[in-house]
């Protein structure tokens, strides 16, 4: 048999199993080209009127121009991972899929009309559909193939791969979003002209007033309550520990509960229901190694910042230990594989609730809520890089024994980062 060492060798042989039958060709042409970013600003410019034909093939333009050059290059660095490691079935699987979210979309003669533009943002949504768990079964490759590839080229490997996808995303989820929005203001429009034009009432006073105030420019919510989106979240979290543990911890929502922030309601919601699950797991956890006759609730407070803001998650699920510490923020760590009790977020200790799933009971949990509640590792450190992706950013403090305090910091997107560029 092939030591670790002996396979790490021959693993630099930089060479891509499932390749072969593809035609490279194309790929590494669009994937020599630049990356044209955008900024914050520029996605948010339609804000301030109803979208019209012009706005929606402007904003198809760009996308389908930008985003197959970015799956190229996403396809390309799967090329440069050691053999071993692009063996492995599961890195296998995505590098196939992101090929093929690149084949259907630069496939696409240039768009110059709402029929064609129509087509893309489905084949668009569709694609966006199929890349939904390339971070969980990335997860599980990795795991795999931890001896075969140092730490610190996997670390890389893995941010710039979510970095880039959240990018892909965002762009066009974005369009995506616009697309539909500007068909709902055409027909309301179409609907309230026959409404006007079959009605008594005064046709410039049709309309007024009857929709309130627009809060989406595409995917951005331009008034998100973090308030209300804790609430769901808790509910989605706690259902989800009544289900699989029979038992949760309630929970309750302080602070500036009426604080608005413009942001991406499913970028809050994936790292809110990451923190969350930490806290519920470590509490119930902690409960159980502890002999406490109950639960203690988990506090959840909004802060106002200056263009920003807080929310501290305080539990008392034991705490981190200071060996532990060190590790919640890496990748492919996690205390459900080194036998703690706890995961990036818990306490010390045996007898976990959770230490009976399987990785693939886990892995579905990524579906619904952005992330599975045990045992891959991934979980904070992607949390961490989608806070810090828009100038936020997430710190833990832990008291072991005890347990923890989760200070989010979130910058609103409209104003503080509009020269972000993605």
Excluded at 326 to 337: A, D, K, L, P, T
Excluded at 377 to 401: H, N, Q, T
């Amino acid at each position: 048999m092939l030591s670790p060492r002996r396979l790490l060798h021959l693993s630099r042989r930089r060479c891509f199993a499932t390749k072969s039958h593809y035609d490279e060709t194309v790929v590494y042409k669009y994937a020599s080209q630049q990356i044209k970013p955008v900024s914050i600003g520029q996605l948010l410019k339609y804000r301030r009127q109803p979208l019209s034909v012009e706005n929606i093939l402007d904003s198809v333009g760009y996308t389908q121009a930008e985003l197959p050059v970015r799956l190229a290059k996403r396809v390309i660095s799967f090329h440069k991972l050691p053999f071993i490691v692009g063996t492995n079935p599961h890195i296998a699987r995505v590098y196939n899929q992101y090929y093929e979210a690149f084949d259907r979309l630069h496939a696409f003669a240039p768009i110059s009309d709402l029929e064609a533009e129509w087509d893309f943002t489905r084949a668009l949504e569709r694609q966006t559909q199929v890349l939904l768990d390339v971070i969980p079964t990335i997860a599980q490759g990795f795991l795999e193939c931890q001896l075969y590839m140092p730490r610190e080229e996997r670390t890389s490997f893995i941010n710039d791969l979510i970095r880039s996808r959240i990018g892909l995303r965002v762009i066009g989820e974005q369009h995506v979003a616009l697309s539909y929005q500007f068909r709902e203001e055409q027909k309301k429009a179409k609907q309230n002209h026959n409404a006007a034009a079959s009605s008594t009432v005064e046709p410039g006073r049709v309309g007024l007033g009857a929709t309130g105030e627009d809060v989406w420019v595409g995917a951005i919510h331009t008034r998100l309550l973090p308030a209300r989106m804790m609430e769901q979240c808790g509910q989605m979290v706690q259902s989800m520990c009544e289900m699989h543990y029979g038992t949760a911890p309630g929970y309750y929502v302080d602070g500036d509960v009426d604080e608005t922030i413009s942001y991406i309601p499913s970028h809050f919601e994936y790292i809110t229901c990451e923190l969350l699950k930490n806290a519920f797991r470590a509490t119930v956890d902690f409960s159980h190694s502890s002999n406490r006759s109950s639960h203690p609730p988990i506090q959840i407070t909004i802060t106002k910042g200056e263009g920003y803001v807080g929310v501290r998650i305080r539990d008392q699920g034991g705490g981190i230990s200071k060996d532990n510490m060190r590790n919640v923020f890496e990748y492919s760590w996690s205390s459900m594989q080194s036998g703690d009790s706890a995961d990036e977020h818990g306490a010390n200790g045996s007898g976990s609730l959770m230490a009976g799933m399987s990785l693939q009971t886990n892995l579905a949990l990524q579906h619904g809520i952005g992330g599975p509640i045990a045992g891959l590792g991934f979980g904070l450190p992607m949390a961490r890089l989608y806070a810090g992706y828009f100038g936020g950013s997430l710190d833990i403090v832990s008291m072991e024994g005890y347990g923890c305090d989760v200070f989010l910091k979130l910058r609103s997107i409209e104003g503080s980062v509009e020269n972000k560029q993605i």
